[in-house]
């Protein structure tokens, strides 16, 4: 969905921002912002928050939804389970601020909590988790030994999903710019209607 590499930010919700900045006639900066720091409050000098974010990951005004995702686990190579039920007392990666982390929580896991969904990953590859629970799309790429995710070890990983039901993916306006938000909906809602959305996703493979 995001990721950086060396010539800069890439990604579906990188994608997806820069046109919007488009339709808005601005350029968009992109600026790294774990989930985490967006507790105590939408980020200062930022418009829109973006990156696999659900209602209330962030505080401020959610959009029209973009998209929807799910929680998956992701285990090590020597952890057997395949539910939520397996993961109490072993020690499980999470984003802070993530779905992750409450479902890892609601579990009875030890949380081994991180800044970022590859970060949870990088812990379980390298042995520092037993397991983690991130989004599919990152699971799935990261699984796979997808290059873009640094993950040439994943390819001894599986994934299984979390439970519960998928949810809408949205872009997050800081609060009060009430029209902000609105014409960020209708530039969503007009993607989905001439196809731009299914294209970016067919860019990304998700």
Do not use: N
């Not at 993961?87 to 984003?95: C, I, P, S, T």
């Not at 993607?191 to 860019?203: F, I, K, S």
């Amino acid at each position: 969905m995001a990721f950086r590499d060396e010539s800069g930010p890439k990604g579906f919700d990188v994608d997806l921002v820069e046109l919007i900045a488009e339709a808005l006639g601005v350029r968009a900066e992109i600026v790294d912002t774990p989930v985490a720091a967006m507790r105590g409050g939408f980020p200062a000098d930022a418009d829109l928050a973006a990156g696999a974010l659900t209602a209330g990951m962030a505080p401020g005004l959610a959009s029209s939804a973009y998209g929807e995702t799910s929680p998956v686990i992701v285990w090590g190579p020597s952890t057997r389970g395949t539910d939520l039920r397996a993961l109490r007392g072993r020690r499980v990666a999470a984003a802070l601020g993530s779905p992750g982390e409450r479902l890892a929580r609601q579990a009875g896991a030890a949380l081994v909590g991180t800044y970022l969904p590859e970060q949870s990953l990088t812990a379980v590859a390298q042995g520092r988790a037993d397991a983690a629970i991130v989004e599919a799309p990152e699971a799935l790429d990261f699984a796979a030994g997808d290059p873009a995710s640094g993950a040439a070890s994943g390819a001894r990983l599986r994934t299984t999903p979390a439970g519960g039901p998928a949810v809408p993916l949205v872009l997050v306006v800081r609060p009060g710019a009430d029209d902000l938000a609105a014409y960020v909906s209708a530039v969503i809602q007009d993607l989905r209607a001439q196809g731009g959305l299914d294209q970016l996703r067919r860019r990304w493979h998700l």
